[in-house]
């Protein structure tokens, strides 16, 4: 059973550019969270989704960020005109269900933006 | 507001040594407790996970205990070797949509 999978696992933009970031959850996860973790900061939650659905985005900048999880397919987080500080590391997670269970991670993707 | 609180940031001991690693949390209604271990430009791995029903939990050398009335966690590693060199983060589900919460993390090295 394969683990979850990010792409890509580096991603360099230039200011103003769009990143697009993948992640695969575990097989018969239905359940992805996204986790960003700047330079000298701990991770911090951005955004619950569930296949077609968006439960939970308190965690999301309000602008130029968007997460879907569409039926077929996997996760993808996109940040439109991408900004310097948004250089960090992006990872993400599945679960079986919410509540009571481990989250497995992904291995990451590192953003830079120049 | 969940706060994961993680200190020192930085712990270095000899080889052999037994250690203890500290996580406290400021809100005591959680669902469960998560222990990851990062190696430096790597992801997560999941070490151990404490349900908010349990006291602790052992893997191998590591033994990971909870005290929820206190807001306390502590992640013991016995014989510590150097390939237990990494960062160690604690996590907190409090089951708002079980987003986590965690601390900044404790780098710790181990000295041949």
């Known amino acids: 059973n394969a683990g979850v999978m990010q792409n890509p696992r580096h991603l360099v933009r230039r200011r103003g550019q769009e990143a697009r970031l993948r992640c695969s959850p575990m097989?018969?996860?239905?359940?992805v969270y996204w986790y960003r973790q700047l330079p000298e900061e701990g991770l911090k939650f951005m955004v619950y989704?569930?296949?077609?659905?968006?439960?939970?985005e308190s965690g999301m900048p309000k602008e130029r960020f968007s997460a879907e999880f569409p039926k077929e397919g996997p996760s993808i987080l996109r940040i439109q005109q991408v900004v310097r500080g948004d250089s960090a590391a992006y990872f993400c997670?599945?679960?079986?269900?919410?509540?009571?269970?481990?989250?497995?991670f992904g291995p990451g993707t590192r953003l830079t933006v120049l | 507001k969940q706060e994961v609180t993680q200190i020192p940031a930085a712990l270095s001991v000899p080889e052999g040594e037994n250690l203890v690693l500290n996580c406290s949390f400021t809100?005591?209604?959680?669902?469960?407790l998560q222990w990851f271990r990062q190696d430096p430009g790597k992801g997560l791995t999941s070490l151990l996970l404490?349900?908010?029903?349990?006291r602790e939990q052992t893997s191998g050398r590591l033994n990971a205990s909870l005290d929820k009335s206190s807001g306390r966690s502590t992640l013991y590693i016995a014989a510590s070797q150097p390939g237990d060199s990494a960062t160690y983060l604690c996590?907190?589900?409090?089951?708002?949509?079980?987003?986590?919460?965690f601390g900044k993390g404790i780098t710790l090295s181990v000295r041949p």
């Open positions: 997670a599945s679960s079986t269900t919410s509540g009571y269970n481990e989250q497995f």
């Open positions: 097989k018969g996860h239905s359940h």
């Open positions: 989704l569930q296949k077609e659905n968006i439960i939970d």
């Open positions: 809100d005591s209604a959680i669902y469960n």
């Open positions: 404490i349900q908010s029903s349990q």
């Open positions: 996590a907190v589900d409090t089951g708002a949509n079980s987003k986590l919460t």
